[in-house]
């Protein structure tokens, strides 16, 4: 399962596409994630670097696993009052791990960087896309563009209204206002439907 899993984000990478992989916790969604990133280094002749993004919490697990699944790979984490001030380093990394608030404070500098791919781990933290955390993450610039979530995503319109404007902008649409009630629910479930092929849940 985890080997369609990454074959899944590997095909809507090559195709321009993005989407959200809901595995429950603990079916390695990190691990399918370092898969993709490696499969983008290993692949592209254009060598540029693959940007993460999760709560503080997690950034020394996914540095843990980094090390630990694609060691090759040269990681930063940008996090914390030690990190760099300057582009230049981050470009010359092949992975760059930071947190939702690092980078609402580093936005300018992160935003100015063009990565192969940003991924945002517990997706939750950008299903408000009002917020500063969904805005600096929708500013940055990616060929590829993926959310991990381990907790279901298609009951709220509105929460998929925010993750697929960072995902594939434009691509769900709230409904007009003038419509009917009928014609309101109509188009809710239309957009919950386009959306489920760009969201892949497994669970135990």
């Known amino acids: 399962y985890q080997r369609i899993g990454v074959a899944w984000l590997w095909h809507l990478y090559r195709n321009d596409l993005g989407g959200i992989l809901a ?27 693959a940007l993460v993004v999760c709560p503080a919490s997690l950034v020394e697990n996914w540095a843990r696993e980094a090390a630990r699944f694609v060691p090759e790979m040269k990681v930063i984490r940008h996090h914390g009052s030690a990190r760099e001030k300057e582009a230049h380093p981050l470009e010359e990394a092949d992975l760059v791990i930071t947190s939702y608030g690092t980078l609402r404070k580093d936005s300018e500098l992160l935003s100015a ?12 933290h950008i299903k408000n ?10 500013s940055l610039r990616s060929h590829g563009r ?4 381990g907790t279901p ?4 319109l509105e929460d998929l209204l925010s993750l697929f404007a960072f995902l594939m902008p434009g691509y769900l649409t709230k409904a007009p206002s003038n419509l009917s009630q009928d014609d309101k629910t109509w188009h809710s479930k239309r957009q919950t439907s386009r959306a489920a092929a760009y969201i892949l849940r497994r669970t135990k």
Do not use: H, Y
Not at 129 to 138: D, Q, V
């Open 113 to 124: 960087l063009d990565w192969s791919v940003v991924l945002g781990d517990e997706a939750q």
């Open 23 to 49: 595995d429950e916790m603990g079916l390695g969604k990190t691990l399918q994630a370092l898969a993709l990133v490696e499969c983008i280094q290993s692949t592209s002749s254009d060598r540029r670097p």
């Open 146 to 149: 993926f959310l991990l979530t």
């Open 153 to 156: 995503v298609e009951n709220s």
């Open 129 to 138: 896309r009002r917020t500063k955390n969904a805005r600096s993450l929708m």
